[in-house]
């Protein structure tokens, strides 16, 4: 028979064990480990999941990059990159800068474009043609160079629905209170989400846009499977995606802290 005091210990070894293997609560998650696409999955409009033949997602340099140098058009193959497990509470780090050149192709709307999504359904949900996930963005611009404004950090609803000053937001994007960040300079954004509550996006520290009950419905969404579309369903949780319009972007830091 194995003395309780050896058991009481093994016991206690393997809590411990257990526990550092995951991040406590408050503890910032490197999503983004500098070397790979460990823990990301890839969806591209017109392909399958985890399909990304033209390396439109990769890690060079340290840096998270997308990239359209092998595409001879873009052809609406709208892209986005999947971290693999969902969060309910959290905050999020997202340090981005927009780069080069689209593609010729490219929609007018989509030019210095990209975004990270919040809510977002599992890409193993989406059918091959679905072009957005069904999720919140958080849409990440740069300056056009014509001197208009164009802030970063705004809301976008692809297949939801978001309150703002308790009524019902209207407009399929809302435009934040930054200010527009022309070049290619690194930008640091941050999204601090309360389950179905209340979303606070950041940029360079400064609350630049605040909404609530996020919820599937709206539209903007296209070739989804109508079971996962059930208009008024709360979003408490779902997945974050990085996103690929036909505008390159670089990604140096994607972390995450889970909050009570």
């Not at 033209?54 to 001879?72: A, N, S």
């Amino acid at each position: 028979m194995v003395p309780l005091a050896e058991v009481a210990a093994l016991a206690a070894l393997l809590l411990a064990s257990g526990c550092a293997q995951r991040p406590a609560d408050g503890e910032w998650i490197e999503l983004f480990n500098g070397r790979d696409l460990s823990h990301w999955v890839v969806k591209i409009a017109g392909h399958e999941v985890g399909e990304d033949t033209l390396q439109t997602f990769r890690v060079e340099d340290g840096v998270l990059k997308v990239r359209y140098d092998r595409y001879g058009a873009f052809d609406e193959q709208f892209g986005h990159l999947f971290y693999d497990r969902s969060f309910a509470r959290y905050h999020l780090l997202v340090e981005y800068r927009i780069v080069g050149d689209w593609l010729p192709d490219v929609p007018e709307w989509a030019r210095a474009n990209s975004g990270v999504m919040l809510f977002a359904q599992d890409p193993h949900t989406m059918p091959r043609d679905q072009d957005f996930p069904i999720s919140v963005e958080m849409q990440l611009l740069a300056g056009l160079g014509d001197g208009s404004p164009r802030p970063t950090a705004n809301m976008c609803s692809p297949g939801t629905d978001v309150s703002m000053g308790g009524r019902p937001v209207v407009d399929h994007c809302v435009n934040s209170t930054s200010r527009t960040y022309e070049g290619d300079g690194w930008v640091r954004v941050e999204g601090i989400v309360l389950g179905d509550s209340l979303v606070t996006q950041i940029v360079d520290g400064d609350t630049v846009l605040q909404y609530s009950s996020p919820r599937i419905g709206g539209g903007v969404v296209n070739g989804y499977d109508p079971a996962q579309k059930v208009n008024g369903r709360p979003l408490r949780s779902g997945y974050i995606a990085l996103q690929g319009e036909g505008q390159p972007v670089e990604f140096r830091r994607v972390a995450l802290r889970v909050l009570r």
